[in-house]
C-alpha cells in the first residue's frame, strides 16, 4: 500500500479526516449563523435574500461550498466507518455489568458520537431538503430589489417557522448539535496532537462555549419568528 | 500448610456471592457461575479467589482459572473485570491489591474477563493479551549494542521530560484500557510505551521508526480507534494519562510526513 493511503486509513489517520473535516464544519457553522442573523433584520426579508443571492451565485462560495458538501459526506461516512470499526474490536460478548467510568467530563456525549451524529445526518438532509433544494431548484416566489429578481429564501423560512412542528423540530435539532460539538470541539484537538498544558484549558473552555452559543443562536431565529408571527 | 492458612483465612466476617464467568476454552461457550464465598476484609481479591479454589478443589470441581504473578501490582497479569470495572472499584489499583474492605458484608460481585476481539478468551478469565507483546516487539526497544554500562549522568536529561517518560514507562501492559474502552482501543498502552522512549535521547534515535511500526501493529491486531472517552485513564491502574495519546498522534502524524520512514 501506497504510504499516504496507508496513513489515512490508519487508525490515527481515520481520526484525523474526521478531526480535520469536523473543524471545517465547526467554522462553517459560525458562517452560517451570522448570515442566518440577517433573517432578524425587519425589512421584510430584503438583506436575507440578497445574501441568499450572493452565496449561491459568488464563484469562490459555490466552490467552497462543494468542499462543504464533500466534507460533510467524507465525515459522515468515515464515523459510520469508525463506528463500524470500533464495534468488531470490541467483539461479540458485552460485559454483564457496565459501570466503567471516566475522567473526562464528556465521556457520555463522546461514546454516543456516531448515534448523535446520524441524528445530526438526518436533521442535515431534512433541512437541506426544505430550504437548499428549493433555491437550487429555484421553485421559490420572486422579489424584486431595485430591478434585479431575487430568489425570495424568507418566504420558505417564515412559512416554515410559523409552525410549532418545525420550529421545535429545529430548537431540538440544536440540542443535538450542542452536545456533537461539547465533544468533538475538543477532541478534534487531542486527535491532531495539540495538547498542551497552557492552550488545552482554553481549547476546551472554548468548545463548551462554542457547544452552547452556536446552537443557541441558531435556536432563537425560528422561537424569534414564531414569536413575531403569533 | 497453605491448605491450613487458607482454612484459617476463610473463617472470614463477609459472605459473599459471586457471579464468575465461567468457560471451557475459546471453543465453548462461557456463563456465569454463582458461587457462595466467606472472606475476610484483609484478604486481597485473589486471595479470596484462592478461598473460592480451594471450596471448588475440595468438592472435586474445577477451578476458576485466573491469572496472577507477582500479587504486588506490578506484573499486571491480574487481568479481570469486577463489578463492569477492570481490576475493580479502588482507582489507580490492580485486582491484586484490591483488599475485600473495599466490598461489603453480602455484595454480589460479577467477575469477567476483558473483553475485546484482540483478547480472546483462553479459559474462564484468562484472556490472551499477547496481541500486546507483538506491539513491543514492532518497537517498544531501543537498539543497542551490550557493553559497559555508561555511567547515568554522561547525557543530560532535564528533570521534567525524565519525569514524564518515567510516568509513561510505570505502564504494566495489563490491557485494562482495552477492557475499558468501548471501541477495545489500545492507544492508551502504545502511546504510553512510544512516549516512555521517544521522550528520552536513548529513545529519540529511533523514534520516528518506533512510532510508525507501534500503530501499524496495533492496527493490524483490530483494536479500536480512540473517541477520547478517557474510560481508559480512569481504570488504568498506574493512571497513564491521555496526553500520553496526544503526543503519539502527533509523532505519528510528523513521522509520517516529515521523515522518509514508512511503517
Same mark, same amino acid.
Given at each position: 500500500?501506497?504510504?499516504?493511503?496507508?496513513?489515512?486509513?490508519?487508525?490515527?489517520?481515520?481520526?484525523?479526516?474526521?478531526?480535520?473535516?469536523?473543524?471545517?464544519? =465547526?467554522?462553517?457553522?459560525?458562517?452560517?449563523?451570522?448570515?442566518?442573523?440577517?433573517?432578524?433584520?425587519?425589512?421584510?426579508?430584503?438583506?436575507?435574500?440578497?445574501?441568499?443571492?450572493?452565496?449561491?451565485?459568488?464563484?469562490?462560495?459555490?466552490?467552497?461550498?462543494?468542499?462543504?458538501?464533500?466534507?460533510?459526506?467524507?465525515?459522515?461516512?468515515?464515523?459510520?466507518?469508525?463506528?463500524?470499526?470500533?464495534?468488531?474490536?470490541?467483539?461479540?460478548?458485552?460485559?454483564?455489568?457496565?459501570?466503567?467510568?471516566?475522567?473526562?467530563?464528556?465521556?457520555?456525549?463522546?461514546?454516543?458520537?456516531?448515534?448523535?451524529?446520524? =441524528?445530526?445526518?438526518?436533521?442535515?438532509?431534512?433541512?437541506?431538503?426544505?430550504?437548499?433544494?428549493?433555491?437550487?431548484?429555484?421553485?421559490?416566489?420572486?422579489?424584486?430589489?431595485?430591478?434585479?429578481?431575487?430568489?425570495?429564501?424568507?418566504?420558505?423560512?417564515?412559512?416554515?417557522?410559523?409552525? =410549532?412542528?418545525?420550529?421545535?423540530?429545529?430548537?431540538?435539532?440544536?440540542?443535538?448539535?450542542?452536545?456533537?460539538?461539547?465533544?468533538?470541539?475538543?477532541?478534534?484537538?487531542?486527535?491532531?496532537?495539540?495538547?498542551?498544558?497552557?492552550?488545552?484549558?482554553? =481549547?476546551?473552555?472554548?468548545?463548551?462555549?462554542?457547544?452552547?452559543?452556536?446552537?443557541?443562536?441558531?435556536?432563537?431565529?425560528?422561537?424569534?419568528?414564531?414569536?413575531?408571527?403569533? | 500448610?497453605?491448605?491450613?492458612?487458607?482454612?484459617?483465612?476463610?473463617? !472470614?466476617?463477609?459472605?459473599?456471592?459471586?457471579?464468575?464467568?465461567?468457560?471451557?476454552?475459546?471453543?465453548?461457550?462461557?456463563?456465569?457461575?454463582?458461587?457462595?464465598?466467606?472472606? /475476610?476484609?484483609?484478604?486481597?481479591?485473589?486471595?479470596?479467589?484462592?478461598?473460592?479454589?480451594?471450596?471448588?478443589?475440595?468438592?472435586?470441581?474445577?477451578?476458576?482459572?485466573?491469572?496472577?504473578?507477582?500479587?504486588?501490582?506490578?506484573? !499486571?497479569?491480574?487481568?479481570?473485570?469486577?463489578?463492569?470495572?477492570?481490576?475493580?472499584?479502588?482507582?489507580?489499583?490492580?485486582?491484586?491489591? *484490591?483488599?475485600?474492605?473495599?466490598?461489603?458484608?453480602?455484595?454480589?460481585?460479577?467477575?469477567?474477563?476483558?473483553?475485546?476481539?484482540?483478547?480472546?478468551?483462553?479459559?474462564? *478469565?484468562?484472556?490472551?493479551?499477547?496481541?500486546?507483546?507483538?506491539?513491543?516487539?514492532?518497537?517498544?526497544?531501543? /537498539?543497542?549494542?551490550?557493553?559497559?554500562?555508561?555511567?547515568?549522568?554522561?547525557?543530560?536529561?532535564?528533570?521534567?521530560? /525524565?519525569?514524564?517518560?518515567?510516568?509513561?514507562?510505570?505502564?504494566?501492559?495489563?490491557?485494562?484500557?482495552?477492557?475499558?474502552? @468501548?471501541?477495545?482501543?489500545?492507544?492508551?498502552?502504545?502511546?504510553?510505551?512510544?512516549?516512555?522512549?521517544?521522550?528520552? @535521547?536513548?529513545?529519540?534515535?529511533?523514534?520516528?521508526?518506533?512510532?510508525?511500526?507501534?500503530?501499524?501493529?496495533?492496527?493490524?491486531?483490530?483494536?479500536?480507534?480512540?473517541?477520547?472517552?478517557?474510560?481508559?485513564?480512569?481504570?488504568? @491502574?498506574?493512571?497513564?494519562?491521555?496526553?500520553?495519546?496526544?503526543?503519539?498522534?502527533?509523532?505519528?502524524?510528523?513521522?509520517? *510526513?516529515? /521523515?522518509?520512514?514508512?511503517?
Amino acid at each position: 500500500m501506497n504510504w499516504f493511503t496507508k496513513f489515512l486509513t490508519s487508525s490515527i489517520g481515520r481520526k484525523l479526516i474526521m478531526s480535520l473535516t469536523g473543524l471545517f464544519l =465547526i467554522v462553517f457553522l459560525l458562517v452560517h449563523l451570522i448570515g442566518n442573523l440577517q433573517l432578524l433584520i425587519p425589512d421584510g426579508g430584503e438583506a436575507f435574500n440578497l445574501y441568499a443571492k450572493f452565496m449561491t451565485t459568488n464563484p469562490v462560495i459555490k466552490f467552497t461550498s462543494y468542499g462543504l458538501y464533500a466534507f460533510i459526506l467524507l465525515h459522515a461516512v468515515q464515523g459510520w466507518l469508525l463506528w463500524a470499526k470500533n464495534r468488531k474490536a470490541r467483539g461479540g460478548q458485552g460485559y454483564a455489568v457496565q459501570a466503567t467510568r471516566a475522567t473526562g467530563t464528556n465521556a457520555g456525549i463522546a461514546k454516543r458520537m456516531g448515534a448523535l451524529g446520524t =441524528i445530526v445526518f438526518i436533521f442535515l438532509v431534512i433541512h437541506m431538503g426544505q430550504f437548499w433544494f428549493k433555491m437550487k431548484m429555484g421553485d421559490l416566489p420572486v422579489q424584486i430589489y431595485d430591478g434585479v429578481e431575487v430568489n425570495d429564501l424568507y418566504a420558505p423560512v417564515k412559512a416554515a417557522f410559523s409552525n =410549532i412542528g418545525f420550529v421545535l423540530f429545529y430548537v431540538i435539532s440544536m440540542l443535538f448539535i450542542g452536545m456533537h460539538l461539547m465533544h468533538g470541539f475538543q477532541s478534534s484537538f487531542q486527535t491532531l496532537g495539540l495538547n498542551h498544558q497552557k492552550y488545552t484549558p482554553f =481549547i476546551k473552555f472554548l468548545g463548551n462555549a462554542y457547544a452552547v452559543l452556536i446552537p443557541l443562536g441558531f435556536a432563537l431565529i425560528p422561537i424569534i419568528f414564531f414569536v413575531k408571527n403569533m | 500448610m497453605l491448605k491450613e492458612k487458607l482454612k484459617k483465612m476463610s473463617h !472470614g466476617n463477609m459472605n459473599l456471592t459471586l457471579k464468575v464467568w465461567r468457560q471451557k476454552s475459546g471453543q465453548h461457550k462461557g456463563n456465569f457461575e454463582t458461587h457462595k464465598v466467606q472472606a /475476610s476484609e484483609h484478604m486481597s481479591f485473589l486471595e479470596m479467589l484462592d478461598v473460592l479454589n480451594e471450596k471448588l478443589i475440595s468438592e472435586r470441581k474445577t477451578p476458576v482459572a485466573f491469572e496472577h504473578d507477582c500479587r504486588e501490582g506490578i506484573c !499486571g497479569s491480574c487481568s479481570m473485570v469486577i463489578n463492569g470495572q477492570p481490576h475493580g472499584p479502588q482507582r489507580g489499583t490492580t485486582t491484586c491489591q *484490591l483488599h475485600m474492605r473495599q466490598f461489603n458484608d453480602g455484595d454480589v460481585i460479577a467477575i469477567e474477563p476483558f473483553r475485546a476481539a484482540a483478547f480472546p478468551v483462553i479459559k474462564d *478469565l484468562v484472556v490472551d493479551r499477547s496481541a500486546f507483546d507483538r506491539i513491543i516487539q514492532s518497537g517498544g526497544y531501543i /537498539s543497542v549494542n551490550t557493553g559497559q554500562a555508561v555511567d547515568g549522568n554522561s547525557i543530560p536529561i532535564e528533570k521534567d521530560l /525524565s519525569g514524564q517518560a518515567f510516568d509513561a514507562a510505570t505502564c504494566i501492559g495489563c490491557g485494562a484500557c482495552v477492557a475499558a474502552c @468501548p471501541n477495545a482501543s489500545a492507544m492508551l498502552f502504545t502511546s504510553a510505551k512510544v512516549s516512555h522512549l521517544n521522550l528520552l @535521547p536513548q529513545g529519540k534515535v529511533e523514534a520516528a521508526q518506533r512510532v510508525l511500526s507501534m500503530v501499524n501493529q496495533m492496527d493490524e491486531e483490530g483494536f479500536g480507534m480512540c473517541s477520547n472517552i478517557t474510560a481508559c485513564e480512569a481504570e488504568c @491502574p498506574k493512571e497513564i494519562s491521555v496526553d500520553n495519546i496526544a503526543r503519539m498522534n502527533r509523532e505519528y502524524i510528523s513521522a509520517t *510526513l516529515g /521523515s522518509n520512514k514508512t511503517a
